[in-house]
């Protein structure tokens, strides 16, 4: 992070429940940076892409995320917006088992020119992350985070 | 965090047609509930189905997912199945993950 971005961060739940209040969040903080109304869709499913991997992760593909665990052991997910000149970068960070980004990469553009048989339910998330923002990094360590970034393009430096 | 106009699906029963309305947010936290409403319905071998997504706000890959198992289960019953009145924020994701051809009426004629 440079010294002129800032930074707003969200801890929450890994859970299905609060991905909604991501994109919520988003929809505030693209508003007022002047992103047009296509972007904050596109970062809106991208972003959500990113929040549902980790609530599958926290889960082991459990997806509705209701646990008997106390609060303090539910597991959790950090989304970091970091507000920056000309873009935004939201980075998405689990603490599941890291998940095979190269595995799911490949099964990218899904159903273009395939029969119904040969269709498969899964695998859209990362096609769809990588097909609406400018930029996806995923970092896989002591779990997982995807870093996605969308420039700001300002109608005063298009003249 | 309960909110009960998040998702909404309501069914409504022509002779030889069954339409299901959805509004709202269809992903990942409903998606459970969606199957669920999806999986009798399927199996109506002897009726059109059709998914009317007039009122529906978002959908996620989730979303996408159902559709896809629920085109692939009705073609295995050789069963008709339609989706309609896709609007235009959702059908561009359609349209980038390729499942427009298989769930419009229009490309099932040609």
């Known amino acids: ?159 | 965090m309960k909110q009960p106009e998040k998702f909404q699906l309501r069914t409504e029963t022509q002779e030889g047609r069954c339409i299901v309305y959805v509004s709202g947010e269809l992903d990942l936290e409903v998606a459970t509930q969606m199957r669920a409403a999806m999986a009798p319905l399927v199996e109506l071998k002897d009726r059109e189905l059709s998914l009317n997504l007039r009122d529906l706000k978002y959908i996620d890959s989730t979303g996408i997912g159902i559709l896809v198992s629920v085109l692939k289960a009705r073609h295995a019953n050789q069963a008709p199945f339609t989706v309609e009145a896709i609007p235009p924020t959702i059908r561009k994701l359609f349209d980038m993950t390729g499942i427009t051809p298989f769930i419009t009426k229009q490309n099932q004629e040609q």
């Open chain 1, 1 to 159: 992070m440079k010294a002129t971005d800032e930074l707003i961060k969200l801890q929450l739940p890994a859970s299905a429940e609060y991905v909604d209040l991501v994109r919520v969040t988003l929809y505030g903080i693209a508003a007022k940076m002047g992103f047009s109304y296509e972007e904050i869709e596109d970062m809106k499913v991208a972003v959500s892409e990113a929040c549902n991997n980790a609530v599958l992760h926290a889960y082991g593909n459990h997806p509705t995320g209701t646990t008997s665990q106390a609060p303090e052991e539910q597991p959790r997910m950090e989304v970091r917006f970091i507000k920056k000149q000309d873009a935004l970068s939201i980075v998405v960070k689990d603490e599941g088992e890291s998940f095979d980004a190269l595995a799911v990469a490949r099964q990218k553009s899904p159903m273009h020119g395939k029969s119904i048989d040969q269709l498969t339910a899964g695998g859209l998330g990362l096609y769809l992350m990588q097909a609406l923002m400018d930029q996806v990094e995923v970092h896989s360590d002591a779990g997982t985070e995807v870093v996605l970034t969308k420039r700001l393009v300002r109608s005063e430096d298009t003249v």
